[in-house]
């Protein structure tokens, strides 16, 4: 008996199908796997990078308003990932390093599109 062996493709085609039927849409990497820092390994391996690519897939093609709207329906984003979701919501596309903004700045840019952020980073 042989079996099918599925590509990689196939198989984040049926992920992202599982994550968009069970929530709605592909949720955004704190609200998968709260706790863990956007710098961190786990984003690079495993479900997390997994769960990157999802994101990736997701976004393509849709508007920064339906991204938008898809991360302020979690409420409050968690302040380190200010940066990763002003870039991902294309609240800030304008900047050489996106480090390099100030907190504050990206914070007001993000409230300014609807999106509250919680805290202050943990390394600023």
Same mark, same amino acid.
């Given at each position: 008996? /042989?079996?099918?062996?599925?590509?990689?493709d196939?198989? #984040?085609?049926?992920? #992202?199908? &599982?994550?968009?039927?069970?929530?709605? =849409?592909?949720?955004?990497? $704190?609200? @998968?796997?709260?706790?863990?820092?956007?710098?961190?390994?786990?984003?690079?391996?495993g479900?997390?990078?997994?769960?990157?690519?999802?994101?990736?897939r997701?976004?393509?093609?849709?508007?920064? /308003?339906?991204? /938008?709207?898809?991360?302020?329906?979690?409420?409050?984003?968690?302040?380190? $990932?200010?940066?990763w979701? @002003?870039?991902?919501?294309?609240?800030?596309?304008?900047?050489? &390093? #996106?480090? &390099?903004?100030?907190?504050?700045?990206?914070?007001?840019?993000?409230? &300014?599109a609807?999106?509250?952020?919680?805290?202050v980073? =943990?390394?600023s």
């Amino acid at each position: 008996m /042989t079996g099918t062996v599925s590509t990689p493709d196939e198989i #984040l085609a049926r992920l #992202l199908a &599982d994550e968009i039927r069970t929530h709605g =849409s592909v949720r955004p990497p $704190w609200v @998968a796997f709260p706790g863990v820092h956007p710098f961190d390994i786990a984003w690079r391996m495993g479900a997390g990078e997994t769960h990157m690519m999802l994101w990736s897939r997701w976004i393509e093609g849709r508007s920064a /308003t339906e991204v /938008t709207a898809a991360v302020a329906r979690h409420g409050p984003i968690p302040a380190d $990932w200010s940066w990763w979701v @002003a870039e991902a919501t294309g609240v800030i596309v304008d900047a050489d &390093d #996106l480090y &390099d903004v100030p907190f504050e700045d990206v914070r007001g840019r993000l409230a &300014d599109a609807g999106i509250a952020v919680a805290g202050v980073p =943990s390394e600023s």
